[in-house]
């Protein structure tokens, strides 16, 4: 993620008296009002969850499959696509995105306040994929048309007891991509821990193994988040919780399959 600080949308959802008062509303979700302020807290998140390495993982060293070396290629690919905003391609997958999550609301532009609604700093989406690149999108996108169900439900905060202020949807989901990235150090030649040697099996048994473990981390730190009575300002510790349940699950003895982790069975079609 980029560090730097900036700005962030935070999700304040309305209820009674504060409809009454005259606040802003989104029309697509449960009523909300936008609120700016500083990323840092995004960064510190990141930092202290995604870079918190064991020595003792430094010195595994795992030897893999021909079929485990050509999925982590293929991976690692699409990770080092960075998100272009004049690239026609990527610009049809951000349509997409828009579509999916809100379908029959026109969008009026690549560029404008609607995308607000989905939880992205500002009006223009392409400034968030810095941190997570294009498959940032892409994973947004396999949620939205895999599990809507689900992917609704989050993006329009319908579960729990929920906070005041909520987590902004749309940057949280590139945050979860790059904490998986480096969870499972997917960057590296080969794996250089337990946790990123089992995902490597899951890949091989599921090219989009990725995808759906980034669903079910985004149901997971979502649950997690109701658990906790979480507000925004506890991300970072919501997200530690859910890397530590992802790497618990990971390393259970019956893990053949993606679909195998417990926390699977959060997600809804």
């Given at each position: 993620?980029d560090?730097n600080?900036?700005?962030?949308?935070?999700?304040?959802?309305?209820?009674?008296?504060?409809r009454?008062?005259?606040a802003?509303?989104?029309?697509h979700?449960?009523s909300?009002?936008?609120?700016?302020?500083?990323?840092?807290?995004?960064?510190r998140?990141?930092?202290?969850?995604?870079?918190?390495g064991?020595?003792?993982?430094?010195r595994l060293s795992?030897?893999l499959?021909?079929?485990?070396?050509g999925?982590?290629?293929?991976?690692?690919?699409?990770i080092?696509?960075?998100?272009d905003?004049?690239?026609?391609?990527?610009?049809?997958?951000l349509k997409?995105?828009?579509?999916?999550?809100?379908?029959?609301?026109?969008?009026r532009?690549?560029?404008?306040?609607q995308?607000k609604?989905?939880?992205?700093?500002?009006?223009?989406?392409?400034t968030?994929?810095?941190?997570?690149?294009?498959?940032?999108?892409?994973n947004?996108?396999?949620f939205?048309r895999?599990?809507?169900?689900?992917?609704?439900?989050?993006?329009?905060?319908?579960?729990?007891?929920?906070?005041?202020?909520?987590?902004?949807f749309?940057?949280a989901?590139?945050n979860?991509?790059?904490m998986l990235?480096?969870?499972?150090?997917?960057?590296?030649?080969?794996?250089?821990?337990?946790?990123?040697?089992?995902?490597?099996?899951?890949l091989?048994e599921?090219?989009?193994a990725f995808?759906?473990?980034y669903c079910?981390?985004?149901?997971?730190?979502?649950?997690q988040?109701?658990?906790?009575?979480?507000?925004?300002?506890?991300?970072?510790?919501?997200?530690?919780s859910?890397?530590?349940?992802?790497?618990?699950?990971?390393l259970?003895?019956?893990i053949?399959?993606?679909?195998?982790?417990?926390?699977?069975?959060?997600l809804?079609?």
């Amino acid at each position: 993620m980029d560090r730097n600080a900036g700005s962030f949308v935070a999700v304040r959802r309305l209820v009674g008296t504060d409809r009454a008062a005259g606040a802003v509303a989104f029309h697509h979700s449960s009523s909300a009002e936008v609120v700016t302020g500083s990323t840092a807290w995004i960064g510190r998140g990141l930092s202290c969850v995604c870079a918190q390495g064991r020595e003792s993982d430094a010195r595994l060293s795992f030897d893999l499959t021909p079929v485990q070396e050509g999925c982590l290629q293929r991976l690692q690919n699409r990770i080092e696509v960075q998100y272009d905003g004049s690239n026609t391609e990527h610009q049809e997958e951000l349509k997409a995105l828009w579509c999916a999550s809100f379908p029959g609301t026109e969008l009026r532009g690549l560029i404008s306040e609607q995308w607000k609604e989905m939880g992205w700093q500002g009006k223009d989406p392409s400034t968030d994929f810095r941190g997570g690149g294009f498959i940032s999108l892409e994973n947004l996108l396999f949620f939205a048309r895999n599990y809507s169900k689900s992917f609704q439900e989050l993006l329009r905060k319908q579960n729990g007891d929920r906070a005041i202020w909520e987590y902004p949807f749309a940057v949280a989901g590139v945050n979860i991509t790059f904490m998986l990235i480096q969870m499972l150090d997917l960057q590296a030649v080969k794996p250089r821990s337990l946790f990123g040697a089992v995902f490597l099996k899951l890949l091989s048994e599921n090219d989009r193994a990725f995808d759906i473990l980034y669903c079910i981390t985004f149901k997971l730190m979502d649950q997690q988040w109701l658990d906790m009575h979480a507000t925004y300002m506890d991300f970072n510790t919501v997200m530690k919780s859910t890397r530590r349940q992802l790497e618990r699950e990971l390393l259970l003895e019956d893990i053949q399959r993606i679909e195998d982790m417990p926390s699977y069975k959060l997600l809804a079609r």
